[in-house]
């Protein structure tokens, strides 16, 4: 299996190809889905898989719009045949689903059977592959065929396990004489001579070639037409995946021709051999290139040696050392001139004794004039040598040896000198070198004190003299733990070593700033080997090392930041999907509560009470998933954090308990924040929980409020994405277990807790990252396991304008909600209704018709404006975000296109859905939040238009002027 599956799934609905992939996953298959659901982008997804990178698997629905799986099957078998089909459908027939198989599909999974689905990716995919690497060795086996008929010069043939010829390429009919029709099926017996065919013979070989793997023999073959040949047969035993023998190889090589060359050439040195052994002399022979490779046994008898040891240049070592330079030029000037070679030198005998010789060597040459060998002797001349030698030295011997020694002295005393002279000057250009070298340098005495330091090194660590640091420990400018190192492990290591290269430091500067730097040190010695002193050079990584960290940090905010939007698309598509289930759940329930008032049916009315308030807490959660998501409704304002903690103080000390206490700290000048006060009333509600669940034994929640401005450091590598500026910090801070960095890490992902099964969720924490994110803040959390834990939410300064954007626009809000018991027939009129959920739909048709509303229903976008442009006379069009084809948002622009009066109020179970791209609600739009209570909608929708009736002064073309808009609000 590939590491990344990559699908090419044939699928039109969205959901269905997201759960095949998610099942995909939790069975530990990654995969790379590109799905499509049309003919053409299936074809085309084929054509660009053909010119890049192929796909591993194509999954595909039976029933598709413009045409079916078996097409699609055919469409791939032509464009991409070696590509495994596997059909995920929710209906295909047992007929089907042979005539798929029969066309080349792999397999079939039912929808409603997904589990299945991994198992059989894995085995279409195996299966694949294995094919592919079937035909892949067929060919690489047909290649190798092929290449063995070519080989002309030898013979190769392969045997089954009774020795029986399977296979006979081009060079056994050429060297033995037999086709291949006449040696299939023949004996190996057939390669041999009459008189080397018995059967013992060929078993034996055989037998030995199973024991040793390879055999190889030199016997007399027979060809076909009588001529016999002596041959060189390698043979080879084959084995099958079990270790047993499956099958034989021979190869037969034509040595006739070599075998007399050999023959002769051993017939010549026997002669020569005997020659050699019968001569006195030490008797040697060498090739053209010099190289000795015979010695008769007077030489091995004299020189002590072994005849394995005697190869290449290995005579030198029995030349006394002062002739080996003299011996060995003069010999090889003669190879390279072909002359004659002669030289007197002495050879060590096998008592160790050395004795003078003559050395003789002659070129034996063909009838071309080339040298074939040489032909030397070593005859012993100690004695004339010895006596010439005594000689010559018993003349001036007396006059030499004066001469000599005064020559000695006279030259020793002039190199004394020099040196002297030399050594000074090396000295003093070493130290002015040493003192302004910009690499910082020290040297150390045996006990790691400081004997000198180089300009640079001082400089570096903040000194003026020298006089301040010579003579101090190098340990003393060390932290204290690295200095324990360095006395326990580095520094007797550099003693028994001798040297170290970039070993890492720190090194405590007179500021007291602490730098890493890597040290390279090495001893010198005296000419006893006396240890001198260390010499050692700092390099200051100190800007690399925190600009390695920096980008690690980077790296991972970053990491974090994919995690936490990855997290949160699947949290809030879910929340969304949720909530559309939600409505028709709770709107039902709401219609059937209000048909059993009566006192009869009231077990059935506590029933679809207890179902509502089920529904009720769902709902609570999906809130949870979208402000974890960012897509919660907020609707921010001027939030003063010092008036919202002291109202719900009283809250806060009833949710504890009396275990804990709680303190406050908000001073009267902290700035206005811009966000949902509701929403921060539930993060600072969540936030006491978990401080308080942190202390099971009691203890202090402190909350303080102060103001901030942050720096484009201060926010640099943080995952929210919040910018430079005055922000509004709210603290949460308790003095209970704390986290380890591990936890902290995970403390915002959705789901996670530290808690026992039963006591959390997990969705704490997520909701108020999702929500201070989303109001463009920040959270940070400061935590010591063992030392408490400190939450601190920063959230974006509100200044004075949005305060009065506020006060006019808060004014409206409660009129719209005012109407939920309110006088339904004022404000009776004629709805526009546009759902693509049929559940929802009809709750929502349900609940207007009963507050005596004219509702007219619509799928889509396009058939609402079939209806208005049929002349439909609306007050009001409310209609869901996610329409098929045209959305929600699209839908209003167009209804307003026709009649720029007439209201809209979405529904969705997003916050933006409606508002994608200014932020801002059009005039005379509003947004109503799934899941919503009945109650809610007819609320939000009389209310709708009784403002818009109001302010058209009873303007009955059913349009009037709409209702003022919430004002526009927000902060940077």
Known sequence: MPSVVTILHLEDSPLDCELACARLRKAGISCDVTRVDTRAAFEAALVKAAEGRRFDLILADFSLP??????????????????????????????????????GARDYVLKQRLAHLPAAVERAIVEARTLAERRQAEENLHRLRQAIDDIRDYAIVTLDLE?????????????????????????????????ERCADNIRGLLAGVVEKERCEVEWTHAARDGRRFFGSTVLT????????????????????????????????????????????????????????????????AYT????????????????HPDDRARTAALWSGAVRSGDAYEVEY?????????????????????????????????????????????????????????????????????????????????????????????????????????????????????????????GRNIADFMPPEVAREHREHRWPELLRLGAFQDMPYRLVKRSGEVADVLVSARIERDGWGGFLRTMAAVVDVSARLRAEAERERAEEALRHSQKMDAL??????????????????????DLLLSRLDTAERADLRDYASHAKVGAT????????????????????????????????????????????????????????????????????????????????????????AANAHLTAADVAGDVSGAAPGDYVVLAVADTGMGMPPDIIKRAFDPFFTTKPIGQGTGLGLSQVYGFVSQSHGLVRIDSEAGRGTAVRLYLPRCDGEEGVGLAQGSAAAPAADAAVDGAVDNTAGTVLLVEDEALVRMVAVQALEDAGLDVVEASDGTEALELLDGGLRADLVVTDVGLPGMNGRQLAEAVHERRPELGVLFMTGYAYDATHGTGILEPGCEVLQKPFETTALVARVTGML??????????SGGGGSLRESVPERRCD
Not at 271 to 294: C, H, N
Request: aromatic share 6%.
């Open 946 to 955: 009784t403002h818009t009736r109001g302010g058209s002064g009873g303007d």
């Open 237 to 300: 035993v084959a084995r099958d995946a079990a270790g047993r023998p499956a099958a034989y190889s021979a190869v037969v090589r034509d040595i006739t021709d070599r075998r007399a060359s050999e023959i002769a050439l051993r017939d010549s040195e026997a002669k020569f051999r005997a020659i050699a052994e019968s001569m006195p002399q030490l008797v040697w022979s060498a090739p053209p290139d010099g190289l000795p490779d015979y010695y008769n046994l007077h030489w091995f």
């Open 568 to 589: 949160g698309q699947l949290t809030g598509g879910i929340a969304h999907d949720f909530n559309n289930l939600l409505t028709a759940i709770s709107g039902n329930l």
């Open 617 to 704: 807490r769902a709902a609570g959660l999906t809130q949870r998933l979208l402000a974890f998501a960012r897509r919660q409704p907020l609707r921010p304002d001027a939030t003063e954090p010092c008036v919202l903690v002291e109202g719900m103080e009283d809250l806060l000390r009833r949710t504890v308990g009396e275990q804990v206490s709680i303190a406050t700290n908000c001073p009267p000048d902290v700035w206005a924040a811009w966000c949902d006060s509701n929403q921060l009333e539930i993060a600072l509600l969540n936030l006491v929980v978990n401080a308080r669940d942190a202390m099971p034994g009691g203890g202090r929640i402190t909350i303080t």
């Open 346 to 470: 002495r050879l060590r005998g096998a008592e160790g004794r050395y004795r003078w010789f003559l050395g003789r060597a002659v070129p034996l040459r063909d009838g071309d004039g080339r040298i074939t060998r040489w032909f030397g002797t070593c005859t012993d001349v100690d004695d004339a040598v010895k006596a010439r030698a005594a000689q010559a030295d018993a003349r001036e011997d007396l006059e030499r040896q004066v001469a000599e020694r005064t020559a000695e002295l006279v030259a020793a005393n002039r190199r004394l000198l020099g040196e002297v002279a030399e050594r000074q000057r090396a000295q003093a250009d070493l130290s002015a070198l040493y003192a302004k070298t910009p690499v910082p340098l020290h040297s150390l005495d045996a006990e790691g004190r400081l004997l000198s330091v180089s300009d640079r090194w001082l400089e570096f660590m903040g000194y003026e003299s020298r006089g301040q640091v010579l």
């Open 163 to 195: 020795g029986r010829i399977t296979s006979w390429n081009e060079g056994s009919r050429r060297l033995f004489g037999h086709t291949e029709e006449e040696a299939l099926g023949r004996p190996l017996s057939l390669l041999f001579a009459p008189e």
């Open 66 to 103: 413009d045409f079916d799986g078996l097409e699609a099957l055919g469409i791939a078998k032509a464009s991409a045949p070696e590509t495994p089909f596997l059909f995920l459908s929710g209906r295909m027939g047992e007929e089907t689903a042979v005539s798929a198989l029969k066309m």
């Open 304 to 319: 002590g040696t072994r005849p394995e040891a005697m190869t290449g240049t290995a005579w030198m070592e029995v030349v």
